[in-house]
């Protein structure tokens, strides 16, 4: 069956840096598009960052600078890295494998705060 687990989350303080992986099973990963959203206390779900099956990517304007996504076919998995982090960006995070079906993962804590 299809699998996303996200890993790489935790407590860090406000300029720290965080590396979030997603890895996947179950799907052809180079044909999906993937995704990182994240969903804050009492927010809606946003999208953070994409990458598609070519590569290209795109950021929210509130992360642009500080995260990158990337992709690694081989291992089936796309991995966020977050510089530079506030405490704004504390939310669980999730990814999103998005092709034909759309598959998400359990999603992972990132609290930061001193």
């Known amino acids: 069956q299809v699998q996303l687990v996200e890993s790489g989350g935790g407590l860090v303080q406000p300029g720290g840096s965080l590396t979030l992986s997603c890895a996947t099973s179950g799907i052809i990963f180079r044909l999906y598009a993937m995704k990182w959203y994240r969903q804050a206390p009492g927010q809606q779900r946003e999208l953070v960052a994409s990458?598609?099956?070519?590569?290209?990517?795109n950021y929210a304007n509130s992360v642009k600078g500080r995260f990158t996504i990337s992709r690694s076919n081989t291992q089936n998995t796309v991995y966020l890295q977050m510089n530079s982090l506030k405490p704004e960006d504390t939310a669980v995070y999730y990814c999103?494998?998005?092709?034909?079906?759309?598959?998400w993962g359990q999603g992972t804590q990132v609290t930061v705060s001193s």
């Open positions: 999103d494998a998005d092709g034909r079906q759309n598959y």
């Open positions: 990458i598609t099956s070519s590569y290209t990517t």
